[in-house]
């Protein structure tokens, strides 16, 4: 008998973030987003950098709010800032949005995004 994975905090984000990047075109912040959510979904834990796809110039904390209630998340209230605060997000613009300075963000911006294989590398 298999025991079902437990279930964990950001499950739901994840999942549709993995489902709304699947296919992106290779080597593109999509793709990388894609990539990070899967990994993390295997890794199941919420410790780990949780990925932010930024895909407009809306203020974060609140458009990630307002598709937290819109898209059924179910993560509490504060689940973003929270995470912002400490640096437990890793945010992905694109392609190259406006972002707030703050020394707890984790921003990964190169022209290059790294390729499945420098992946397999680590």
Same mark, same amino acid.
Do not use: K
């Given at each position: 008998?298999?025991?079902?994975?437990?279930?964990?905090?950001?499950?739901?984000?994840?999942?549709?973030?993995?489902?709304?990047?699947?296919?992106?075109?290779?080597?593109?912040?999509r793709?990388?987003?894609?990539?990070?959510?899967?990994?993390?979904? *295997?890794? &199941?834990?919420?410790?780990?950098?949780?990925?932010?796809?930024?895909?407009?110039?809306?203020?974060?904390?609140?458009?990630? *709010?307002?598709?937290?209630?819109?898209?059924?998340?179910?993560? !509490?209230? *504060?689940?973003?800032?929270?995470?912002?605060?400490?640096?437990?997000?890793?945010?992905?613009?694109d !392609?190259?949005?406006r972002? !707030?300075?703050?020394?707890?963000?984790?921003?990964?911006?190169?022209?290059?995004?790294?390729? &499945?294989?420098?992946?397999?590398?680590?």
């Amino acid at each position: 008998m298999t025991l079902p994975l437990a279930p964990f905090q950001a499950e739901r984000y994840l999942i549709d973030l993995r489902d709304r990047t699947a296919g992106s075109p290779p080597e593109s912040p999509r793709e990388l987003a894609w990539l990070w959510a899967c990994a993390v979904l *295997d890794v &199941r834990c919420d410790f780990i950098l949780i990925p932010v796809l930024i895909e407009d110039d809306l203020p974060l904390l609140e458009t990630l *709010d307002r598709l937290n209630r819109e898209r059924d998340w179910r993560l !509490p209230a *504060d689940y973003f800032s929270s995470r912002l605060a400490i640096g437990g997000l890793l945010l992905i613009p694109d !392609p190259e949005p406006r972002i !707030p300075n703050s020394r707890c963000y984790n921003l990964l911006y190169t022209s290059h995004v790294p390729t &499945r294989r420098w992946f397999r590398r680590i």
